[in-house]
């Protein structure tokens, strides 16, 4: 292992270990300006980012202009790591959060202060929310960018991608971190990579990119009923991954840390003979629609998620009213708290807020101390959850939202995770699932992931599909070459 000392800049006197994978990404990064560190969840993408800032900063005699644009969760991790491993004053580390008017200030103070050279955190909505701010970002002029999370960019057309692209393309050093570059499409790189080299890799105009490597399936469909499938040329798979890994490294938990076993089991419940009809009809329903010529997305999206209301306990209908409905997944959920909880904390996911209510109800009438995170508590309550989940041991349930707080959170004091609802989201899959299995949850003899699945429903084809997606992904990033690419 790496011990570090006061030769990088910005050090504390203390030692600290590098994984291997950190070395070998530490070593690469800092001979180039701009690089992806597409590392799982858990495995230290920010202590090993810090590292490669410290060596720019070294390389230039000073802390440069950096921002690190981050999802609003961890923005606060972020300053935390970097009083952690580094000794650059926290007064150069601004967490920009707040009211727009507050962050414009904080920056106008800091230039004042300190002259550009600090750094700054702040959440990728705040961008596009206030063009004072936005311009503001633009005037500091940050030479070092890091876009954690980068998957949030992977949309060409939004205005959350323009913003950042934009900043990157007057940055020097540019840094992506994700563990989950694609997610829906190897499609989904180009837009990542395009703020990472400004197109050097792949060009900077998605349609040209996409016509050299992708091909519509349903081309050749007629007119009024075609919708495109773009899929990947067979023949494109090497020179992508290739593409990718020339300026980038790969970092598999299950490869690079010394984890307990990730169990996975799916609990299969029935719906009640009364809400199995009402399925039955409202799926009839949905099938006689797809099969209308004149189908659109937004129909077929709308017709989803009234049956994943519906597998869930509840439905919603156009006049937003819900109906509760008897869920076998409370049952389910009943009978595994009382058996885990005597012994091990629980992360239990919902994707709909009306499940919380359901499983508050269970761990009330268990007697079971619980927390919450989920859109409807404010960000200061979720950060207090996460502390009482992870220091108190009365605390023995989680309840969170895969979306809400999914990312960059640690819960490994949870042995287990149980999905009690799910969306066809990879990103909030994924990362939900690496809460508590990361560095860290070696205290436990394994991890343990339930998914409570409603038998026979489009509970079964969500999780078929993110297995799919999975699958997809994994081809496109697997290192085909025998040895990686060396960086250009």
């Excluded at 600290?16 to 690469?28: I, V």
């Excluded at 971190?177 to 990472?196: C, E, H, K, V, W």
């Excluded at 992708?214 to 494109?236: A, C, G, L, T």
């Excluded at 937004?298 to 869920?327: C, H, M, P, Y």
Aim: charged share 25%.
């Amino acid at each position: 292992m790496l011990k570090a000392g006061i030769s990088l800049y910005g050090l504390n006197m203390i030692d600290f270990k590098l994984w291997d994978h950190q070395k070998e990404t530490l070593l690469k990064a800092v001979q180039v300006k701009e690089f992806a560190l597409l590392h799982d969840c858990g495995t230290g993408k920010t202590l090993t980012t810090i590292q490669i800032l410290r060596s720019v900063y070294k390389k230039n005699g000073r802390i440069l202009p950096t921002l690190i644009v981050c999802p609003v969760i961890i923005i606060h991790n972020w300053k935390e790591e970097w009083e952690k491993f580094s000794n650059v004053p926290s007064d150069r580390i601004l967490t920009l959060t707040g009211p727009c008017k507050k962050r414009v200030l904080q920056l106008k103070n800091a230039n004042e202060n300190f002259g550009p050279n600090f750094i700054a955190i702040t959440n990728y909505e705040s961008l596009v929310a206030s063009p004072d701010f936005f311009f503001s970002i633009l005037d500091w002029r940050p030479r070092c960018l890091v876009i954690d999370e980068s998957q949030r960019i992977k949309s060409h057309t939004s205005k959350r991608t323009k913003c950042v692209t934009r900043i990157a393309d007057e940055a020097q050093y540019k840094y992506l971190l994700t563990g989950t570059p694609i997610l829906n499409s190897p499609m989904d790189i180009f837009s990542q990579y395009r703020a990472l080299d400004n197109g050097k890799t792949f060009g900077k105009n998605f349609f040209s990119f996409r016509a050299k490597y992708f091909y519509d399936k349903n081309k050749y469909m007629p007119s009024h009923i075609h919708f495109p499938d773009w899929r990947i040329n067979p023949e494109s798979f090497q020179e992508i991954n290739e593409l990718i890994y020339s300026k980038a490294t790969r970092a598999v938990k299950e490869e690079c840390l010394d984890l307990p076993p990730l169990v996975k089991q799916r609990i299969y419940v029935e719906l009640s003979p009364k809400v199995a009809k009402a399925y039955k009809s409202m799926l009839d329903h949905f099938v006689a629609v797809l099969e209308d010529s004149v189908v659109t997305a937004d129909i077929a999206l709308v017709k989803t998620i009234r049956l994943l209301q519906l597998v869930n306990g509840f439905l919603k209908d156009e006049d937003g009213k819900i109906t509760e409905i008897d869920s076998p997944k409370k049952l389910a959920l009943q009978e595994l708290l009382q058996d885990i909880t005597p012994h091990s904390k629980v992360i239990v996911w919902a994707a709909f807020k009306q499940n919380y209510t359901q499983i508050r109800e269970v761990c009330e009438k268990l007697k079971i101390k619980y927390v919450e995170a989920h859109g409807g508590i404010s960000n200061t309550l979720k950060y207090d959850a996460v502390y009482a989940f992870n220091n108190c041991p009365d605390t023995k349930v989680f309840i969170g939202h895969p979306g809400s707080l999914g990312i960059g959170i640690n819960l490994v004091p949870a042995s287990y995770s149980i999905y009690f609802s799910r969306t066809f989201n990879l990103e909030h899959d994924l990362q939900s699932e690496a809460r508590n299995y990361r560095g860290g949850s070696e205290i436990h003899k394994k991890v343990t992931r339930i998914d409570l699945v409603t038998k026979g429903t489009i509970d079964e084809l969500v999780l078929q599909a993110l297995d799919n997606k999975i699958e997809s992904a994994e081809k496109i990033l697997q290192i085909i070459v025998d040895s990686a690419v060396e960086v250009r």
